[in-house]
C-alpha cells in the first residue's frame, strides 16, 4: 500500500471541494471495503484520499414519503436493510442488502459506495502478472482464456468479460432508481440506468461520474409492485459469497393472476446491473406461469456469449429468472 | 456416554479466556524494540531470478532492511519433514536463484512499521527467465514416480491375496475413476512468527503444532546449537497439518532479527499462505471392487496418482484405510507420485483418508445399487475382525455397532430404495447415504511431568500443542478424575521447548500420546507420594508432609513395540516418532459412519444439508466436550469438502487464484444443518492404558462419500469429482 494524504471534510460541499483540490486520482472514502481492499492488494492507489463516512446527513433514510424512498449516499447497507418500510414493501431492495457480504461488512459499508464497488475477477484483483485490461489498459485480458466460471455472458467485450458484482444495483434498476450526485459543476441526476457503463474497448471506464462526483442519495420512486418482489441470489455458499447468478424479480397481478407490472434484472451474469426490459414486457397481460417465466429467462439470455467454464450461467440464469418469479407471484398474491 | 459425576464435567479450561480474548496466540507478542517483517514473492511460477531491484523499498521510510540472499554459510535447508528433516519441503527460499513455484519468497523486508515493511515489500522488483511449467496431474512435463520402488518400505503398497485374479471370476464388478481437487487448510490464525536473540540465545514464538522441529529444523538451518533455541507455541489458531513442520519464513525472521539486533516478527498473509505453506493435494482415485451377487466382497484395487512438488516427494497413504473398511481378503493398492511446479503439497485434515474414503465409498454405494441391498446392510455383511493386510486382529473394532446406532438415530429404516424415490410436497429430491471412515490409531512417544505443590497446585507439562481440539482440557480433566481434585487446580503446559520435549502433534495422536504419559506420570506422583495405587487423594497435604513446597515427578510413554530408546531419541530430536497403525500383535484404527440427509431444491437444485449423523469408534471418550466438537466440526470440513471447496489453479500462470477467504468458499453457518454426534465410548484395551484412539482426523473421514451417495440417491446421479457444485447438477 503507498502512502496517500487523508482529510475528513465535515459537509458535502467541503467534499468535493477537498477532492477537486486534491487533483488527478484523489478518491471518495466510504465503509472503506471495496477502497481499503484495493488499495491492499495494490490494485488501487490513490495519492488523496477524502473520507465522507461521518459527514451528517449523508447517511438519511427516509422511506416515509408518498412519492420517493430516499436513501443517502452515506446510510449503512445494514440499517437500509433493516428498514420496515422496505422489509414490508419493497423485500427485493432488502434482500439485495441482506444478502450481500457478512453483517460486519454491511455493518461498515455504505449504500453510495456500493454501487461503486468493483469486480472480483481474480486476475484484476491479482495485480501483475495477470494480463488485465481494467487495470492497466492494453495489457490484455487472462480471464477470456482462464478460469472463468464467475464471469460474464452479457454485455461484454473483447477487452473484459469481467461480472459487476454487487446485488443492491440490480433491485434499484429494477425500480428505476435514480442518483443524485454533487460535483465541482454542481448537483445532478443520474438514472441508475445510466450509472454503470458496459466495458467496450474502455474496460477502465465502469461508470459515468465525473471525477470527483459525490453520491447525495439514491431515489427510488414508490410503486405497489414492490410488495411482490424479491431478490433471488444463487451463489457458491448460502451466506457470504457473490451471486453466481441472481434476478430482482417484482410482479403485480390482478384479480385473476394476469400480470399488469413486471420488473425484472440480472446479477452475477452480466458485466453491469442488467435490466431485462424485453422480458418484463413478454410477461405483462399473461398469467405467470413456469412456462411464461421460463420463456422470460430465455429472452434474457437469446444474445448471451459464453467462455470456457460460464455456460452454465445461461441455464442457471433462466432457472433464477423462473425461481424468482414464482417467489414474486407468491409475495403478489399474498 | 458414560456419565460424569458433575462434579468432574469440565468444559474447556481455557473457553473464557478464549471467549474474552485474553488468550496470546504466537504473533501476539509485542517484545520492546519489535521490528516488523513482510515477504515480497516471485510474480513467475517457475524459472530463475536474474536479478532484483531493492533501491525503491530501501528508500521507504522506516526501512531497515531488504535481504534478497542470506550470506554464506548464514542459512541452510531444513530438509523435509518426510524426508529426514524438518520443513514442510526441502526448498528454502533466499538461498539461490531458482524459483519452483509462483509466490515463492524473493525477498524479506524490515521495517519499523508492518506497513512500512508491507509497501516497501511490494516495490521490491526482479528479473528472471522463465521455464515452462506443469500444474496438474495431467500436464505435459510432469514426472510420475513409483511410490514403492523410491520410498522407504512404511510407504510399500499394501497388497493382500490376489486382486486382480478374484476380480476376474467375481459376480459383478464396479468401476470408477474419481478427482479431487487441490484445498488449503486455511486456519484463522496465519503463519507468522516472532523471532527474538538473547545474546547467542534465539527465542521463538510462533503458533505451531511442532515446536521440537522448529527448535532444532533453526538449529540446523542457521548452525547453531539447539539448546540455544527456545521456541513457544501457546495456542494454535488451527493448523488442520499446515502448521506441522518448520515453516520456510521463521529461519528468515531469526536472521533479520539477527541482522538488526531487533526483534522481529513476520506474519504471512493470506494470499501467502496459499503459496508458501503446505495444502491438500490434488488426487487421482480409480478404484474397482468385486463381489459376489449377495453382496460380499471378494476383491478391490484402490490405484491413486497424488500430485508432489519438483523437490520433495510428499507421499501418499491412501490404501492405508480402503484396505480395512471391510473384510476384503484380495486387495490391491499402488500409488503413484507426479511431480509439479509447486511448493511441497502436504497434511490437511484427514490428508489421504478423507480423498480416499470418498472414491472408495462412492463405489461401494454402486455396488449396493448395482445388487439392488441397502448401502447400510451390505456395509454390515463385509464388516471384518482381522486386518485383511496383516492377518492380526484389531486392537478394537465397533464398525458394526457405529452404523446400527448411526441408522437407528437416523431413522434410516424409512429410507426407500430407488434414487429420486424420495420427494418433499414442494418437489425437493431427499437422498439419504450412508459412508464409513477410518484413521490409524496412530501412537507417538511423549514426556509428561507433573509439579505437585503445598498449596493443591498441580503443573503437569506434557508433549503436544493446543491448536483448539482441547489437549489442556483433556489433561486438566485426566488428572482431575484421577486425583479428585478441581480442574481449575491444575494448570497445563504444552507446546513449549522449554519444558519437555514436543512433539509433532498431528494425526490425531496429540491426546492419544499425551494421555498415556500424563496417566504414568500420575501413578509416578502417587508413588512419590505414597499415596493410594486410585481413589481421590488429598495432593496438598501429602507434597507438605515431605516437607517441600513441590514434589517433581516425570513420565515416559511409547507406543506398544516402539523400541524406547530410539523413539524417544526422535523426539528429543524434534524428529517424527509416530507408530501404528499396525503393533506387534494388533492392528489399531478408529472408525466413524456418517449418515447424511441431502435435499435438492426443485428449479435451481441448490444442494443443502440438513441433517448429518456421526456415529463414532475412538475408543474411549477423553472429554465428551472437545471431543463432539472435533467430531461436528470434522462433519462440517466434510460439508466443505464436498461441495465447496477448491483451490483454482490457471495453468498458465501457476500459483494459486482464489486465494482469499471471501473466495476460497469454506462452509458458513447457514451451510450447516444439524449435526447428531455420537460415540462408542469403549476404551480401547491394547493401544495404550488410557484406551484412547484418535478423532480429530477420522471425524471428516467418509462425510464427503456420504454426501455422494445421498446426491446419488435424490438424484440418480453419480458425481466422481469434488466439489460437487450446482453447476453440475444442471441438465
Ligand atoms: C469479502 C467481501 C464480500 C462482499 N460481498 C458482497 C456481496 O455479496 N454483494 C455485494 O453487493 N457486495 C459485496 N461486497 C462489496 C461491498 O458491499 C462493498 O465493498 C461496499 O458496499 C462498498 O461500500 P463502502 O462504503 O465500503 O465503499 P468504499 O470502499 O468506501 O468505496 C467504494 C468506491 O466508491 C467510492 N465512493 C464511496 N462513497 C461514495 C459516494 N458517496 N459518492 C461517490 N463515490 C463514492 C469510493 O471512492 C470507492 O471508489 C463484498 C465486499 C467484501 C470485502
Ligand atoms: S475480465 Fe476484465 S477485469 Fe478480468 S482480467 Fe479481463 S479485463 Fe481484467
Request: charge should be negative; glycine fraction near 12%; hydrophobic fraction near 40%.
Amino acid at each position: 500500500m503507498r502512502a496517500f494524504t487523508y482529510t475528513e471534510p465535515g459537509t458535502v460541499t467541503e467534499a468535493v471541494a477537498a477532492l477537486a483540490a486534491a487533483g488527478p486520482g484523489a478518491r471518495f472514502l466510504a465503509g472503506g471495503t471495496t477502497l481499503y481492499d484495493l488499495m491492499k492488494l495494490g490494485v488501487e492507489a490513490p495519492a488523496a484520499v477524502v473520507d465522507v463516512h461521518r459527514i451528517a446527513g449523508l447517511a438519511t433514510i427516509d422511506t416515509s414519503g408518498p412519492a420517493e424512498l430516499v436513501f443517502g449516499g452515506g446510510a449503512r447497507m445494514a440499517d437500509v436493510a433493516e428498514d420496515p418500510v422496505l422489509l414490508r414493501d419493497y423485500p427485493a431492495l432488502a434482500e439485495s442488502l441482506a444478502k450481500a457480504a457478512s453483517q460486519q461488512l454491511r455493518t461498515m459499508a455504505t449504500v453510495g459506495g456500493n454501487l461503486l464497488q468493483r469486480t472480483r475477477c481474480a486476475y484484476f484483483r491479482g495485480g501483475r502478472p495477470f494480463a488485465c485490461n481494467k487495470r492497466e489498459p492494453g495489457s490484455g485480458c487472462a480471464a477470456r482464456e482462464g478460469l472463468d466460471r464467475g464471469h460474464a455472458v452479457l454485455g461484454i467485450s473483447d477487452a473484459c468479460i469481467a461480472t459487476y458484482p454487487g446485488d443492491w444495483a440490480i433491485a434499484l434498476i429494477a425500480f428505476d432508481a435514480v442518483v443524485d450526485v454533487l460535483g465541482p459543476a454542481g448537483e445532478r441526476t443520474v438514472p441508475l440506468a445510466q450509472l454503470h457503463v458496459e466495458p467496450g474497448e474502455h474496460p477502465e471506464r465502469e461508470h459515468t461520474l465525473a471525477p470527483g462526483e459525490l453520491i447525495l442519495r439514491i431515489r427510488v420512486p414508490t410503486t405497489g409492485t414492490g410488495r411482490g418482489s424479491t431478490y433471488h441470489k444463487i451463489r457458491d455458499r448460502e451466506s457470504y459469497a457473490f451471486a453466481l447468478t441472481s434476478a430482482a424479480a417484482a410482479v403485480a397481478l390482478d384479480a385473476d393472476g394476469t400480470v399488469t407490472d413486471a420488473r425484472l434484472a440480472l446479477g452475477g451474469v452480466a458485466t453491469v446491473p442488467w435490466r431485462a426490459a424485453e422480458a418484463e414486457r413478454s410477461l405483462v397481460g399473461q398469467p405467470l406461469s413456469p412456462d411464461a417465466s421460463r420463456r422470460a429467462g430465455e429472452i434474457v439470455f437469446a444474445d448471451a456469449v459464453v467462455g470456457t467454464s460460464n455456460g452454465y450461467k445461461i441455464e442457471l440464469g433462466i432457472r433464477t429468472v423462473v425461481d424468482a418469479l414464482r417467489i414474486a407471484g407468491e409475495r403478489a398474491t399474498q | 456416554m458414560t456419565a460424569i459425576p458433575p462434579t468432574l464435567r469440565t468444559e474447556r479450561v481455557d473457553a473464557r479466556d478464549k471467549v474474552t480474548g485474553a488468550v496470546r496466540y504466537g504473533t501476539d507478542r509485542v517484545p520492546p524494540g519489535l521490528l516488523h517483517a513482510a515477504l515480497a514473492v516471485a510474480t513467475i511460477a517457475k524459472g530463475r531470478v536474474t536479478s532484483t531491484d531493492t533501491a525503491a523499498a530501501e528508500a521507504v521510510p522506516g526501512v531497515r532492511l531488504v535481504l534478497t540472499r542470506a550470506g554464506e554459510g548464514e542459512l541452510a535447508s531444513a530438509g523435509f519433514l518426510l524426508g529426514g528433516g524438518y520443513g514442510f519441503q526441502s526448498l528454502q527460499p533466499l538461498m539461490d536463484d531458482r524459483i519452483a513455484y509462483r509466490g515463492q519468497p524473493i525477498a524479506i523486508v524490515v521495517a519499523d512499521t508492518p506497513v512500512a515493511a508491507t509497501e516497501a515489500a511490494a516495490l521490491v522488483t526482479a528479473t528472471y527467465e522463465t521455464e515452462q511449467v506443469s500444474l496438474d496431474l495431467d500436464a505435459e512435463g510432469v514426472e510420475v514416480v513409483e511410490q514403492a520402488a523410491t520410498l522407504p518400505p512404511m510407504f510399500a503398497d499394501l497388497v493382500a491375496g490376489d486382486a486382480e485374479g478374484t476380480l476376474a471370476d467375481c459376480d459383478v464388478r464396479v468401476e470408477g475413476t474419481y478427482d479431487l481437487p487441490v484445498q488449503h487448510q486455511n486456519p484463522m490464525e496465519l503463519i507468522g512468527c516472532v523471532a527474538e536473540w538473547e545474546g547467542d540465545d534465539l527465542v521463538v514464538h510462533e503458533g505451531s503444532q511442532n515446536s521440537g522441529a522448529i527448535r532444532h529444523g533453526l538449529a540446523a538451518q542457521l548452525g547453531i546449537d539447539a539448546e540455544r533455541i527456545q521456541v513457544i507455541s501457546p495456542y494454535v489458531g488451527g493448523g488442520f497439518g499446515q502448521k506441522n513442520s518448520l515453516q520456510p519464513g521463521t529461519a528468515l525472521a531469526a536472521i533479520a532479527a539477527r541482522r538488526t539486533g531487533r526483534p522481529v516478527k513476520l506474519v504471512s498473509t493470506r494470499m501467502q499462505v496459499f503459496h508458501n505453506a503446505s495444502f491438500r493435494p490434488a488426487s487421482r482415485h480409480r478404484v474397482v471392487i468385486g463381489a459376489d451377487r449377495d453382496g460380499t466382497m471378494r476383491a478391490a484395487v484402490h490405484e491413486v496418482d497424488q500430485q508432489t512438488s519438483r523437490h520433495d516427494l510428499y507421499p501418499g497413504s491412501y490404501t492405508e484405510i480402503t484396505a480395512r473398511l471391510y473384510g476384503i481378503p484380495n486387495f490391491r493398492g499402488h500409488q503413484r507420485l507426479v511431480r509439479t511446479d509447486v511448493q511441497t503439497p502436504g497434511y490437511m485434515r484427514a490428508p489421504y483418508e478423507h480423498p480416499a474414503a470418498f472414491a472408495f465409498e462412492s463405489t461401494v454405494d454402486d455396488l449396493a445399487h448395482q445388487l439392488g441391498l441397502d448401502p447400510v446392510a451390505m456395509r454390515l455383511a463385509n464388516d471384518s475382525t482381522a486386518d485383511p493386510i496383516t492377518g492380526q486382529p484389531f486392537s478394537s473394532r465397533h464398525v458394526t455397532e457405529c452404523l446400527r446406532r448411526g441408522a437407528e438415530r437416523f431413522g434410516w429404516e424409512r429410507r426407500t430404495h430407488e434414487p429420486g424415490s424420495m420427494r418433499a410436497a414442494d418437489g425437493t429430491r431427499i437422498g439419504w447415504g450412508v459412508a464409513l471412515g477410518a484413521y490409524k490409531g496412530a501412537a507417538v512417544p511423549a514426556v509428561a511431568r507433573i509439579t505437585a505443590s503445598s498449596d493443591g497446585g498441580l503443573r503437569v507439562e506434557v508433549g503436544g500443542h493446543e491448536m483448539g481440539q482441547g489437549i489442556r482440557t483433556a489433561v486438566a480433566r485426566t488428572v482431575a478424575l484421577d486425583l479428585g481434585v478441581p480442574a481449575a487446580d491444575i494448570s497445563v503446559v504444552v507446546g513449549d521447548t522449554r519444558s519437555v520435549p514436543q512433539h509433532l502433534t498431528a494425526g490425531s495422536w496429540g491426546t492419544a500420546g499425551a494421555l498415556p504419559a500424563v496417566g504414568a506420570a500420575l501413578g509416578e506422583l502417587r508413588k512419590a507420594l505414597g499415596l493410594a495405587a486410585d481413589g481421590p487423594a488429598d495432593v496438598a497435604a501429602a507434597v507438605a508432609a515431605t516437607g517441600q513446597a513441590n514434589v517433581e515427578v516425570e513420565a515416559t510413554y511409547t507406543a506398544p513395540g516402539q523400541p524406547p530408546e530410539i523413539v524417544l531419541d526422535r523426539l528429543r530430536r524434534g524428529l517424527p516418532a509416530a507408530g501404528g497403525p499396525v503393533y506387534p500383535g494388533f492392528t489399531a484404527f478408529s472408525f466413524v459412519a456418517h449418515f447424511v440427509e441431502v435435499r435438492i431444491e426443485p428449479v435451481i437444485g441448490r444442494i443443502r444439508v440438513p441433517r448429518v449423523v456421526s456415529v463414532a469408534d475412538c475408543g474411549r471418550v477423553a472429554s465428551p466436550v472437545t471431543a463432539a466438537s472435533q467430531l461436528r466440526g470434522g462433519v462440517v470440513w466434510g460439508i466443505g469438502a464436498a461441495l465447496r471447496e477448491a483451490s483454482e489453479v490457471d495453468p498458465r500462470y501457476g500459483g494459486f487464484l482464489n486465494a482469499d477467504l471471501a473466495e476460497y468458499t469454506i462452509p458458513v453457518n447457514a451451510d450447516i444443518g444439524d449435526i447428531d454426534v455420537d460415540f462408542i465410548d469403549v476404551p480401547d484395551p491394547l493401544l495404550n492404558d488410557i484406551g484412547v484412539k484418535g478423532l480429530g482426523e477420522v471425524s471428516m473421514v467418509g462425510v464427503a462419500g456420504a454426501i455422494g451417495n445421498a446426491i446419488f440417491h435424490a438424484t440418480g446421479k453419480r458425481f466422481r469429482h469434488l466439489p460437487i457444485r450446482l453447476d453440475d447438477l444442471l441438465g
